[in-house]
Protein backbone atom coordinates (compact mmCIF):
# COMPACT_ATOMS: atom_id res chain seq x y z
CA UNK A 1 0.00 0.00 0.00
CA UNK A 2 2.57 2.47 0.96
CA UNK A 3 4.60 1.82 -2.42
CA UNK A 4 1.48 1.94 -4.47
CA UNK A 5 0.87 5.79 -2.47
CA UNK A 6 4.71 6.22 -3.36
CA UNK A 7 4.71 5.29 -6.53
CA UNK A 8 1.54 7.54 -7.25
CA UNK A 9 3.45 10.87 -5.79
CA UNK A 10 6.29 10.08 -7.64
CA UNK A 11 4.01 10.19 -10.69
CA UNK A 12 2.18 13.09 -9.67
CA UNK A 13 5.26 14.89 -9.33
CA UNK A 14 6.87 14.10 -12.90
CA UNK A 15 4.09 15.46 -14.10
CA UNK A 16 4.23 18.56 -12.70
CA UNK A 17 7.91 19.00 -13.33
CA UNK A 18 10.26 20.09 -10.66
CA UNK A 19 13.61 22.25 -11.37
CA UNK A 20 13.62 24.98 -8.52
CA UNK A 21 16.92 26.29 -7.37
CA UNK A 22 17.87 24.23 -4.60
CA UNK A 23 20.26 26.05 -3.76
CA UNK A 24 23.60 23.89 -4.56
CA UNK A 25 21.08 20.79 -4.26
CA UNK A 26 22.38 17.89 -6.44
CA UNK A 27 19.01 16.37 -6.18
CA UNK A 28 17.62 19.93 -8.62
CA UNK A 29 15.21 17.95 -10.58
CA UNK A 30 14.54 15.05 -8.61
CA UNK A 31 11.54 12.28 -8.37
CA UNK A 32 11.76 11.89 -4.82
CA UNK A 33 8.96 12.97 -2.03
CA UNK A 34 10.16 15.28 0.95
CA UNK A 35 8.45 16.60 4.04
CA UNK A 36 9.41 19.31 6.02
CA UNK A 37 8.06 18.60 9.66
CA UNK A 38 8.72 22.28 11.10
CA UNK A 39 8.42 25.77 10.17
CA UNK A 40 7.54 29.35 10.78
CA UNK A 41 5.53 30.54 8.08
CA UNK A 42 3.59 32.99 10.17
CA UNK A 43 4.95 36.42 11.96
CA UNK A 44 5.58 38.25 8.72
CA UNK A 45 8.94 35.75 7.61
CA UNK A 46 7.05 35.29 4.24
CA UNK A 47 4.69 38.10 4.12
CA UNK A 48 5.83 39.62 0.08
CA UNK A 49 6.40 36.07 -1.32
CA UNK A 50 4.66 33.34 0.86
CA UNK A 51 2.75 32.16 -2.53
CA UNK A 52 6.64 31.78 -4.54
CA UNK A 53 7.58 30.27 -1.61
CA UNK A 54 5.05 27.58 -1.37
CA UNK A 55 5.26 26.58 -4.71
CA UNK A 56 8.80 26.40 -4.83
CA UNK A 57 8.34 23.90 -1.97
CA UNK A 58 5.59 21.84 -4.34
CA UNK A 59 8.37 22.42 -7.54
CA UNK A 60 11.07 20.76 -5.47
CA UNK A 61 8.95 17.59 -4.39
CA UNK A 62 7.56 18.30 -1.16
CA UNK A 63 4.43 16.94 -0.29
CA UNK A 64 3.78 18.83 3.27
CA UNK A 65 5.03 20.93 5.76
CA UNK A 66 4.16 21.01 9.15
CA UNK A 67 3.68 25.07 9.95
CA UNK A 68 4.62 25.62 14.16
CA UNK A 69 2.69 27.67 16.22
CA UNK A 70 4.34 29.55 18.82
CA UNK A 71 2.13 32.42 20.76
CA UNK A 72 -1.36 33.10 19.94
CA UNK A 73 -1.10 35.29 17.13
CA UNK A 74 1.31 32.46 15.33
CA UNK A 75 -1.09 29.54 15.90
CA UNK A 76 -4.33 31.52 14.42
CA UNK A 77 -1.67 32.21 11.56
CA UNK A 78 -0.75 28.68 11.59
CA UNK A 79 -4.54 27.21 11.37
CA UNK A 80 -5.66 29.41 8.62
CA UNK A 81 -2.41 28.76 6.61
CA UNK A 82 -3.41 25.19 6.50
CA UNK A 83 -6.90 26.11 5.75
CA UNK A 84 -5.37 28.37 2.64
CA UNK A 85 -2.19 25.93 1.14
CA UNK A 86 -3.01 22.17 0.93
CA UNK A 87 1.21 21.76 1.73
CA UNK A 88 0.80 22.87 5.15
CA UNK A 89 -0.51 21.08 8.21
CA UNK A 90 -0.75 23.34 11.37
CA UNK A 91 0.75 22.42 15.14
CA UNK A 92 -0.74 24.75 17.41
CA UNK A 93 2.00 25.61 20.37
CA UNK A 94 3.50 27.65 22.78
CA UNK A 95 6.95 28.38 22.55
CA UNK A 96 9.15 28.48 26.25
CA UNK A 97 10.65 31.82 25.34
CA UNK A 98 6.56 33.02 24.42
CA UNK A 99 5.66 31.21 27.59
CA UNK A 100 8.18 33.86 29.36
CA UNK A 101 6.66 37.36 27.96
CA UNK A 102 3.24 35.93 28.35
CA UNK A 103 0.39 37.31 31.00
CA UNK A 104 -1.58 34.80 32.96
CA UNK A 105 -4.35 35.78 30.77
CA UNK A 106 -2.48 35.14 27.36
CA UNK A 107 -1.18 31.74 29.10
CA UNK A 108 -4.66 30.57 29.13
CA UNK A 109 -5.49 31.98 25.95
CA UNK A 110 -3.06 29.79 24.42
CA UNK A 111 -3.87 26.26 26.33
CA UNK A 112 -7.25 27.10 25.12
CA UNK A 113 -6.10 27.06 21.52
CA UNK A 114 -4.30 24.04 22.08
CA UNK A 115 -7.05 22.19 23.09
CA UNK A 116 -9.49 23.09 20.93
CA UNK A 117 -8.03 24.19 17.51
CA UNK A 118 -7.73 21.79 14.26
CA UNK A 119 -3.97 20.48 14.40
CA UNK A 120 -2.09 17.73 13.37
CA UNK A 121 0.62 18.30 16.38
CA UNK A 122 0.71 20.34 19.43
CA UNK A 123 4.16 22.50 19.06
CA UNK A 124 6.54 24.02 19.02
CA UNK A 125 6.39 23.93 22.94
CA UNK A 126 8.95 22.57 26.02
CA UNK A 127 11.63 24.45 27.22
CA UNK A 128 14.66 27.58 26.85
CA UNK A 129 17.35 27.95 29.11
CA UNK A 130 19.66 29.64 26.16
CA UNK A 131 17.62 32.76 26.44
CA UNK A 132 15.76 32.42 29.87
CA UNK A 133 18.03 32.49 32.56
CA UNK A 134 15.70 33.38 35.24
CA UNK A 135 15.05 30.35 37.66
CA UNK A 136 11.08 31.54 38.52
CA UNK A 137 10.37 31.75 34.60
CA UNK A 138 12.35 28.46 34.45
CA UNK A 139 10.07 26.73 36.73
CA UNK A 140 6.68 28.58 34.86
CA UNK A 141 8.06 26.93 31.81
CA UNK A 142 8.04 23.57 33.06
CA UNK A 143 4.83 23.93 34.42
CA UNK A 144 3.01 25.11 31.40
CA UNK A 145 5.12 22.49 29.29
CA UNK A 146 3.58 20.23 31.86
CA UNK A 147 0.34 21.32 30.85
CA UNK A 148 0.32 20.97 27.67
CA UNK A 149 1.91 17.77 27.53
CA UNK A 150 -1.58 16.44 29.11
CA UNK A 151 -3.63 18.43 26.54
CA UNK A 152 -1.49 16.67 23.93
CA UNK A 153 -2.18 13.42 25.64
CA UNK A 154 -5.85 14.31 25.96
CA UNK A 155 -5.93 15.09 22.40
CA UNK A 156 -4.03 11.93 20.98
CA UNK A 157 -1.62 14.28 19.38
CA UNK A 158 1.99 14.53 18.94
CA UNK A 159 4.52 16.51 20.30
CA UNK A 160 7.00 18.78 18.75
CA UNK A 161 9.53 19.41 21.39
CA UNK A 162 12.01 22.57 21.53
CA UNK A 163 14.57 22.09 24.09
CA UNK A 164 17.56 24.44 23.74
CA UNK A 165 20.10 24.23 26.38
CA UNK A 166 17.76 22.57 28.71
CA UNK A 167 18.04 18.87 26.75
CA UNK A 168 18.33 16.98 30.57
CA UNK A 169 15.25 18.77 31.85
CA UNK A 170 13.37 18.13 28.93
CA UNK A 171 14.22 14.19 28.78
CA UNK A 172 13.76 14.21 32.62
CA UNK A 173 10.37 15.12 32.66
CA UNK A 174 9.29 12.98 29.47
CA UNK A 175 10.48 10.01 31.34
CA UNK A 176 8.65 11.01 34.21
CA UNK A 177 5.41 11.47 31.74
CA UNK A 178 5.65 8.82 29.81
CA UNK A 179 3.98 7.02 26.62
CA UNK A 180 3.06 10.07 24.47
CA UNK A 181 4.39 10.49 20.67
CA UNK A 182 7.73 13.30 20.84
CA UNK A 183 9.47 14.63 18.35
CA UNK A 184 12.79 16.47 19.65
CA UNK A 185 12.78 19.09 17.22
CA UNK A 186 16.52 21.04 16.40
CA UNK A 187 17.98 18.50 19.50
CA UNK A 188 21.70 19.73 20.51
CA UNK A 189 21.79 18.21 23.66
CA UNK A 190 24.55 15.42 24.76
CA UNK A 191 24.50 12.26 22.74
CA UNK A 192 23.78 10.08 26.18
CA UNK A 193 20.61 12.21 26.64
CA UNK A 194 19.57 11.55 22.72
CA UNK A 195 19.88 7.76 23.74
CA UNK A 196 17.79 8.75 26.52
CA UNK A 197 15.40 10.06 24.50
CA UNK A 198 15.32 7.80 21.52
CA UNK A 199 14.89 4.87 24.48
CA UNK A 200 11.31 6.55 25.54
CA UNK A 201 10.74 6.56 21.95
CA UNK A 202 11.21 10.18 21.16
CA UNK A 203 11.82 10.81 17.24
CA UNK A 204 14.51 13.13 16.00
CA UNK A 205 13.35 15.93 13.28
CA UNK A 206 17.14 16.88 11.62
CA UNK A 207 17.14 20.62 10.50
CA UNK A 208 18.99 21.89 7.11
CA UNK A 209 21.54 23.03 9.71
CA UNK A 210 22.92 19.66 9.72
CA UNK A 211 24.65 20.49 6.26
CA UNK A 212 27.23 22.16 7.92
CA UNK A 213 26.94 21.76 11.98
CA UNK A 214 28.93 18.81 13.17
CA UNK A 215 26.88 18.07 16.44
CA UNK A 216 23.89 18.05 14.22
CA UNK A 217 25.81 15.78 12.02
CA UNK A 218 26.64 13.32 15.20
CA UNK A 219 22.99 13.34 16.11
CA UNK A 220 21.82 12.53 12.41
CA UNK A 221 24.28 9.21 12.36
CA UNK A 222 23.00 7.64 15.64
CA UNK A 223 19.33 8.63 15.19
CA UNK A 224 17.83 4.85 13.24
CA UNK A 225 15.69 5.84 10.54
CA UNK A 226 12.88 4.40 11.84
CA UNK A 227 13.21 7.30 14.54
CA UNK A 228 14.10 10.11 11.59
CA UNK A 229 12.03 12.97 10.48
CA UNK A 230 13.68 16.40 8.62
CA UNK A 231 12.84 19.81 8.65
CA UNK A 232 13.63 23.29 7.97
CA UNK A 233 12.89 25.11 10.71
CA UNK A 234 12.06 28.32 8.10
CA UNK A 235 13.27 31.32 8.35
CA UNK A 236 15.72 29.73 10.18
CA UNK A 237 19.36 27.52 9.88
CA UNK A 238 19.65 27.84 6.51
CA UNK A 239 21.76 25.03 5.14
CA UNK A 240 24.73 27.81 4.16
CA UNK A 241 23.86 29.74 6.78
CA UNK A 242 22.73 33.20 7.33
CA UNK A 243 19.65 33.74 4.80
CA UNK A 244 16.50 33.23 5.17
CA UNK A 245 15.27 29.59 4.94
CA UNK A 246 12.36 28.22 3.32
CA UNK A 247 10.57 24.33 3.26
CA UNK A 248 12.07 23.65 -0.78
CA UNK A 249 15.55 23.64 0.83
CA UNK A 250 14.89 20.77 3.23
CA UNK A 251 16.49 18.73 0.38
CA UNK A 252 19.48 19.77 1.10
CA UNK A 253 19.28 18.65 4.95
CA UNK A 254 17.81 14.73 2.85
CA UNK A 255 20.94 15.05 1.13
CA UNK A 256 23.30 15.58 3.36
CA UNK A 257 21.62 12.99 6.21
CA UNK A 258 22.11 9.86 3.43
CA UNK A 259 25.51 10.97 3.26
CA UNK A 260 25.95 10.75 7.17
CA UNK A 261 23.72 7.00 6.69
CA UNK A 262 25.30 6.31 3.30
CA UNK A 263 22.53 4.74 2.20
CA UNK A 264 20.50 6.05 -1.28
CA UNK A 265 17.89 9.42 -1.24
CA UNK A 266 15.16 7.09 -2.01
CA UNK A 267 15.54 4.83 0.91
CA UNK A 268 15.68 7.88 3.01
CA UNK A 269 12.61 9.63 1.36
CA UNK A 270 10.61 6.13 1.85
CA UNK A 271 11.79 5.96 5.62
CA UNK A 272 10.97 10.12 6.73
CA UNK A 273 7.67 9.01 4.35
CA UNK A 274 6.48 6.32 6.47
CA UNK A 275 7.47 8.19 9.91
CA UNK A 276 5.73 11.31 8.78
CA UNK A 277 2.41 9.91 8.22
CA UNK A 278 2.70 7.81 10.94
CA UNK A 279 3.29 10.75 13.35
CA UNK A 280 0.94 13.05 11.96
CA UNK A 281 -1.79 10.70 10.93
CA UNK A 282 -1.82 12.90 7.38
CA UNK A 283 -2.85 11.23 4.16
CA UNK A 284 -1.77 12.93 1.20
CA UNK A 285 -3.77 14.00 -1.66
CA UNK A 286 -3.84 11.36 -4.62
ZN1 LIG B 1 10.84 26.35 15.47
Not at 256 to 283: A, M, P, Q, W
Request: aromatic share 10%; net charge negative.
Amino acid sequence: MLLIKYLAFNNSIMESGSGSDLNGSKLNGSKNVFFDCHTHLGRNFFKNDLKEVIARAQKAGVQRVVNCGLDKQTNLETVSLAREFDLVCAAVGFSPTDVSKATGEEELAVLSQIESFDAVAVGEVGLDFHWIKDEGERKRQAEVFLKILEIAEKRGLPVIIHSRAAEREVVDILESFGKSCFVMHCFTGKLSLAKRALDLGCFFSIPTNVCYYSSMQKLAGIVPLEKLLIETDSPFLHPQRGERNEPAFVVRAYETVSNIKNINIERLCDSVYFNFTHVFGVSLPR
